[in-house]
């Protein structure tokens, strides 16, 4: 961690280096590589931020020992304007002489006003992290929590271990969990370290990559570990965890033993297997039968030239090769060509298309480019592989890398072994042709892989609003329709009660003016029909026969404007009598009460003139 004025980065990086040499020179005669990973500008300190986070807990934490130290060095200066993250690859040290050697490196960084961020502790195991499977053992056995989406500064006061959701900037191969261990702040990060030097990017760039470095790997250590028999026969997943801010007291081997052992046995427990068998082969096959094309980016306002092998569609960053040419080179337009053709043929691929575009220009608010080309190589010619930021880089006595990258049909790999010429000047080995035809067929999109994405899921998106918007639509009228159904049923149901209440009010009213009627007749023995009813006998109005009017429609005759009553008399009848008395009544009362005629209980008056 360092505090600087806004110096170049090459400043910053001498001295990291003094302060390794003076600190180790007497007892590692390797070289040490130190290289900056973050660089933040803090002219709003309030903004916060997982790094400054951090940095201000070990300020706090160390009495501000370091900034102290950089306002001895700029009195004139009242505040910092960055901060920087160096990262010193100490893999090939013993533990136990970088422990006792920590305070000495830590007081000679802070003559330069930097100070100890972190100290990350490793251990490689053989097998493939199957990083769902993981995710859910975690959290559903042991309590962990899911962070979802958020930054890493929320999570570093929690005491519950919290898994980051960072695949976007990871990748699915990486695990993170944050907690607070021992009152420190520690970040577990477990990952499959083969697919790691697969995958492309750098640190600081998007990019990159390290599939060289996988098979001419510079650090011994590594190199042990990548050709390993068991890893290269299940895989490796490496444990790193990190200790954010702690003293030195904390720091030993006894530590690293522990926190590191922790993590595996906490990861391998014994009735569940969270790691699979997958040989580096076969993951790089998984890789490689999905390329089948590349391209080149010729930005001559920036004098490079960038050929892109494969790029992650997750964190975006690419891997390839990076060649920057003499800025005359560049200003030469036959000699910036040839550089183009140069880098066509080293590093593009056979049989398939090498896509080409160039920048002419980078305004304020566009860029300019030029048509899209399309090169092809010989389909026998083979692919130069090397670092990112070394196109020239020579291995003499590296292992051919066939046998660990198995070739493809349009890729198969090989090492520069002669010296290659001044880049504008030389020519590539290997034939190449241009094709305008496929080229032609093409357009460039000038939306980045993540945009596209993002307008392909919105157009899919809106296809699947629209077929649902559809079948709501759909569903929508089908219960529209059902209810119109329902209200009419509904609507006809008190349309038949209404007239059920009207008719027998109408009911009600005409029995009682038979009543009052038929008592005069019967009294008086006015008609035929009153005097068949046997002296002092109840009786009853049970209904009224339908006029002729009903019938025909017709009121010609004042006979026709009143219905004839039906009379029931009150007679003892046995159980049987009664039994067939309420079934004539039932049917009586489903034929409108009519054609019961000649029953001896009831009598028809007509209604009288």
Request: aromatic share 10%; charged share 30%; glycine share 6%.
């Amino acid at each position: 961690m360092g505090i600087e004025e806004g110096g170049a980065a090459k400043k910053i990086i001498r001295k990291i280096a003094c302060a390794v040499s003076e600190t180790f020179s007497n007892y590692h005669n390797k070289h040490i590589q130190a290289n900056i990973t973050h660089t933040i500008e803090i002219k709003h300190r309030e903004c916060g931020g997982t790094i400054q986070t951090t940095i201000e807990e070990i300020e706090n934490q160390t009495n501000f020992a370091a900034k102290k130290k950089w306002l001895e060095r700029y009195p004139d200066e009242e505040e910092p304007t960055g901060l920087f993250v160096a990262k010193i690859d100490v893999s090939e040290m013993e533990i136990d002489l970088l422990h006792a050697k920590i305070p000495t490196l830590d007081s000679i960084l802070q003559s330069y006003g930097y100070g100890i961020y972190s100290i990350n502790y490793t251990r490689d195991f053989s097998g493939v992290l199957d990083r769902e499977d993981l995710v859910e053992y975690l959290c559903d056995t042991l309590d962990f929590r899911y962070q979802g989406k958020g930054t890493f500064g929320r999570f570093q006061t929690i005491d519950t271990p919290t898994i980051l959701e960072n695949t976007a900037t990871v990748g699915k191969h990486v695990c993170t969990w944050v907690e607070r261990k021992d009152g420190y702040t520690t970040r577990t990060k477990l990952y499959n370290k083969i697919v790691s030097n697969f995958e492309a990017g750098e640190v600081r760039s998007t990019m990159g990559g390290h599939l060289s470095e996988y098979v001419d790997c510079p650090n011994e250590h590594l190199r042990k570990t990548f050709f390993h028999p068991d890893v290269q026969e299940r895989g490796c997943t490496r444990i790193e965890v990190s200790i954010y801010a702690c003293n030195r007291e904390y720091i030993s081997s006894k530590t690293a033993d522990s926190i590191v052992g922790e993590v595996f046995d906490l990861v391998s427990p014994p009735n569940r297997e969270l790691f699979v068998v997958q040989p580096p082969k076969m993951q790089y096959r998984n890789l490689s039968e999905k390329i089948d094309r590349c391209m080149v980016v010729a930005n001559k306002p920036q004098g490079t030239i960038y050929v892109g092998w494969y790029a992650h569609t997750k964190t975006g960053r690419i891997a390839g090769v990076c060649i920057r040419p003499t800025k005359a080179k560049v200003d030469n337009p036959k000699q910036w060509e040839r550089a183009i053709e140069w880098s066509i043929g080293d590093f593009g691929f056979r049989n398939c298309p090498i896509f080409r575009v160039d920048i002419l220009a980078i305004e304020e608010k566009e860029i300019v480019l030029g048509p899209l080309r399309c090169y092809a190589k010989d389909g026998n010619a083979k692919t130069i592989l090397t670092s990112a930021k070394k196109p020239t880089q020579l291995h003499m006595d590296a292992d051919d890398p066939s046998m660990h990258l198995p070739p493809t049909k349009y890729i198969e790999w090989t090492w520069r072994k002669s010296k290659a010429q001044i880049i504008g000047i030389g020519i590539t080995a290997y034939s190449v042709e241009e094709t305008p035809a496929i080229a032609e067929k093409r357009e460039i999109s000038t939306n980045s892989t993540k945009t596209r994405e993002k307008r392909l899921q919105e157009i899919e998106d809106a296809a699947i609003a629209l077929e649902w918007k559809i079948s709501m639509e759909k569903q929508i009228a089908k219960e529209k329709e059902y209810l119109a159904l329902e209200n009419e049923k509904r609507k006809k149901e008190l349309e038949s009660i209404a007239r059920i209440v009207a008719i027998q009010r109408e009911w009600k009213e005409r029995i009682e003016e038979t009543y009052s009627i038929f008592e005069e007749c019967i009294k008086y023995k006015i008609t035929l029909s009153c005097k068949k009813i046997p002296p002092n006998q109840k009786w009853e109005v049970i209904g009224f026969r339908r006029t002729e009017s009903e019938y025909t429609g017709r009121t010609s005759s004042r006979y026709n404007r009143y219905k004839p009553a039906l009379l029931q008399w009150h007679k003892n009848r046995t159980r049987q009598e009664k039994i067939k008395w309420e079934n004539m009544k039932l049917r009586l009362f489903s034929r409108g009460w009519s054609d019961v005629a000649g029953a001896p209980e009831y009598i028809l008056l007509p209604p009288l003139l």
